[in-house]
């Protein structure tokens, strides 16, 4: 199906025409090919005004006016220009009617379609093992998961989610999960608690799953994703990235990172799970206790123990200590990647962004090389 470059397969994609597979390499060519992606950010953009359009019906008096004055020309009667404003008005709604038909056309062509009374807009679900439910009624073997429905397992059951065409979710036991949106600019999850398993193909920022404490970002990868019964919640990344995301607080987590987040807080500071275990309980003090004291003993712990490639939890939290102690975090990545010639300690303690971004670029290989 496809050629070198896929812009001519921008709209199939954008509307789930398109199989698994072919969806994967489109996201894979996407991904890699700054000509095809600017081109499918213009027309998501596009497309992403289209659905909020609100559509009007035109007055029927219109129509009869319209039908009064067309009877009343005679057959090749062309109308002459008149300082009249009326036949300008005509033409105006003319444009208008043509217009809006045609966005109804395109529209009723492009909307789901029912297909023997199930929405092609609902995620396909499988039954793997145990007892599942989609609403109230159980599933057998094979089931839809339509838009504000819930998906639950038990304690001894899981379910597989294909995810449009966009990738896939296994959903262990013990889990609530409920599709929250699918459009083609918009897939959306919402996982209240248990656990779920994401493996996504798609171009960044297609997939999300909303949980109580943070938004989950597909970035293209793959991630497991727990949410307890107090609704904090664990990121561990296995493949690519993902974003973790509450108003202003963002935390990016490459693969063989996790990342906690509280109810309240939002996203912790991203580790690698390598790390020493006092490293890891020394940063949830350092993200979450509400006590100064306790946060400024466990930040020096946790510089104490910093590899290279903790750079990436010392570049989080520089916006999120205090200004004194911003100063030890900028001697410790110093000492383990310097700095680009243009950034400076005063500078970064300021957290002036052009700065951080381009220390930021040269810590990233490292990130993404482990």
Known sequence: MFSRHVTKDISAYCHGEVSAAEAKYFSEHIMACVKCRSQFEEI?????????????????????????RLDKCPQGFVVQPRRSV???????AAVVIIFVAGLGIWWKAHSPKPINNVAVAS???????????????????????????????????????????????E????????????????????????????????PPRLFFVDTPSAVAADLGCAYTLEVDDHGASLLRVTSGWVALELKDRESMVPAGAACQ???????????????????????TKVDFDPDVGVRTLALTEVLNRSRRQDTLTLWHLLPRVEVESRGKIYDKLARLVP?????????????DETMLNSWRSVMEDLWTQL
């Open 261 to 283: 987040t509280r109810p309240g807080v939002g996203p912790g500071t991203p580790y690698f799970e390598d790390a020493a275990p006092e490293f890891r309980q020394s940063l």
């Open 339 to 351: 700095p680009p010639a243009n950034v400076t300690r005063e500078g970064v303690i300021q957290l």
């Open 123 to 169: 995620w396909g679900v499988e039954r793997i093992n145990g007892t599942i439910k989609i609403g109230t009624a159980g599933v057998e073997d094979k089931g839809q998961l339509a838009v504000g429905e819930w998906l639950e397992t038990g304690s001894d059951s899981c379910a597989h989610i294909d995810v449009s065409s966009i990738g896939q979710v």
């Open 171 to 202: 959903v262990d036991s013990n889990t609530r999960v409920r599709l929250v949106q699918t459009q083609p600019t918009e897939h959306r999850l919402e996982l209240a608690r248990g656990k779920m398993s994401a493996r996504i193909w798609a």
């Open 44 to 68: 998501k953009i596009g497309i992403k005004f289209a659905e909020q359009l609100s559509r009007f019906p035109a007055p029927e008096t219109l129509w009869r006016d319209l039908e009064t």
């Open 86 to 92: 009326w036949p300008l008005r005509f033409a105006a």
